[in-house]
């Protein structure tokens, strides 16, 4: 019997020979197609040469570029391709840079192999639905309270602003812009957006909500359309529905 996981093509970066080698074995075995780059240019090289990919397993501490360079130069090129960053710094600054350079989710060293391979899996599962989608549902958009949101050119605009975004970043947001007003939990969008269990601990939703106010709130840290609900969730006002 075939594997699914064989269609799906991974660029794994990532210097340290024992960790890589531990990681090309076991994607390998759950029949990932794995190129492996040593060093941060060779990372991007091997992107141009070597892709299309489904996703990119990226460490942050890479010789001749690190890993918020690589990221950077990767979504100048493809804003689509799912990147995961694996790497022992793990203040909340380091996680915003990562943000800020395109990583979709972020996994610490030492981490749990299994965690790790759930969400590549998620990640891969998500970017191939997204390829094979037809023309009319890639260019599908959506608008709430004048934030507009086009999936097809992955494009964020509020008012005379526009920026792009992540596959993962236009998931998330479609979840809060299909029910506005109304708060959207933590547990379900670790579900739906991430393929991750209700349990899970990961602050990654924090920071994709720290970046994407930067996009659409005028005084970020005084949020007053993307707000956080404490103990529940997260919800988008909709300045056209009274509370």
Same mark, same amino acid.
């Given at each position: 019997?075939?594997?699914?996981?064989?269609?799906?093509?991974?660029?794994?970066?990532? @210097?340290?020979?024992? &960790?890589?080698?531990?990681?090309?074995?076991?994607?390998?075995?759950?029949?990932? %197609?794995? &190129?492996?780059?040593?060093?941060?240019? +060779?990372?991007? %090289?091997?992107?141009?040469?070597?892709? $299309?990919?489904?996703?990119? &397993?990226? @460490?942050?501490?890479?010789?001749?570029?690190?890993?918020?360079?690589?990221?950077?130069?990767?979504?100048?090129?493809?804003?689509?391709?799912?990147?995961?960053?694996?790497?022992?710094?793990?203040?909340?600054?380091?996680?915003? %840079?990562?943000? @800020?350079?395109?990583? @979709?989710?972020?996994?610490?060293?030492?981490?749990?192999?299994?965690?790790?391979?759930?969400?590549?899996?998620?990640?891969?599962?998500?970017?191939?639905?997204?390829?094979?989608?037809?023309? $009319?549902?890639?260019?599908?958009? &959506?608008?709430? /309270? /004048?934030?507009?949101?086009?999936? /097809? %050119?992955?494009?964020?605009?509020?008012?005379?602003?526009? !920026?792009?975004?992540?596959?993962?970043?236009?998931?998330?947001?479609?979840?809060?812009?299909?029910?506005?007003?109304?708060?959207?939990?933590?547990?379900?969008?670790?579900?739906?957006?991430? /393929?991750?269990?209700?349990?899970?601990?990961?602050?990654?939703?924090?920071?994709?909500?720290?970046?994407?106010?930067?996009?659409?709130?005028?005084? $970020? +840290? !005084?949020?007053?359309?993307?707000?956080?609900?404490?103990? +529940?969730?997260?919800?988008?006002?909709?300045?056209?529905?009274?509370?």
């Amino acid at each position: 019997m075939t594997n699914e996981n064989s269609k799906f093509r991974l660029l794994l970066v990532e @210097d340290e020979p024992h &960790i890589a080698f531990s990681l090309i074995l076991n994607l390998e075995a759950e029949g990932f %197609q794995v &190129i492996h780059s040593a060093t941060g240019l +060779k990372a991007v %090289q091997d992107f141009a040469a070597e892709g $299309p990919f489904h996703a990119i &397993i990226l @460490d942050v501490n890479l010789p001749e570029m690190d890993g918020f360079q690589v990221a950077k130069a990767i979504r100048s090129r493809d804003a689509r391709v799912a990147i995961l960053m694996l790497t022992a710094r793990s203040t909340e600054n380091d996680r915003l %840079q990562g943000f @800020d350079a395109g990583v @979709d989710d972020y996994i610490a060293k030492p981490f749990h192999l299994k965690e790790l391979l759930a969400r590549v899996r998620r990640m891969t599962e998500r970017a191939n639905l997204y390829l094979n989608k037809s023309s $009319p549902a890639g260019h599908e958009e &959506i608008t709430v /309270g /004048g934030i507009h949101l086009n999936f /097809g %050119q992955l494009l964020l605009t509020h008012g005379q602003t526009s !920026n792009a975004v992540t596959k993962l970043e236009a998931d998330f947001l479609r979840e809060l812009m299909e029910h506005p007003g109304r708060v959207v939990s933590r547990e379900h969008l670790l579900e739906k957006v991430w /393929g991750l269990s209700a349990s899970s601990e990961t602050r990654t939703i924090d920071n994709f909500v720290v970046r994407l106010r930067k996009m659409i709130e005028v005084d $970020p +840290k !005084n949020p007053k359309l993307l707000v956080s609900v404490r103990g +529940k969730g997260y919800k988008l006002e909709n300045p056209l529905i009274k509370s």
